[in-house]
């Protein structure tokens, strides 16, 4: 008999067998956490040097981010069979200035990592 470890077992990073879905989720989560930083300074700069360009261009853009990261959590949700407090805490993440960037490094969304 061998000591050897099984040829079997898996050293492939978290996010390789993940779903695509929720590969897309991680990336919108990103992008819609960066849109509202940026929406933030932009409102300061439209307030502080009367500029709001930014706002008019980012407001839309963060806007459609949102939806789609609210969208992906609720699909996700429910085909990947996350725990009910973890759709809640995900969505709420998704109100905190860069709380998608929280949200897309979560290691509980994969159902093929163990839950902890």
């Known amino acids: 008999m061998s000591s050897q470890p099984s040829a079997t077992a898996s050293t492939a990073p978290a996010t390789a067998g993940s779903p695509?879905?929720?590969r897309a989720f991680r990336l919108v989560a990103v992008a819609e956490?960066?849109?509202w930083l940026l929406l933030?300074?932009?409102?300061?700069?439209?307030?502080?040097?009367?500029?709001?360009?930014?706002?008019?261009?980012?407001?839309p853009v963060h806007g459609?981010?949102?939806?789609?990261?609210?969208l992906l959590t609720l699909v996700l949700a429910v085909r990947l069979r996350w725990k009910p407090w973890t759709a809640l805490v995900v969505l709420a993440e998704s109100v905190l200035p860069g709380g998608g960037l929280l949200?897309?490094?979560?290691t509980d969304l994969d159902p093929g990592r163990d839950q902890r």
């Open 20 to 22: 695509p879905a929720l």
């Open 33 to 35: 956490a960066t849109s």
């Open 40 to 59: 933030i300074v932009a409102t300061i700069v439209k307030y502080g040097a009367h500029a709001p360009l930014g706002v008019r261009v980012l407001g």
């Open 64 to 70: 459609a981010l949102f939806v789609a990261y609210v």
């Open 103 to 106: 949200a897309a490094r979560r």
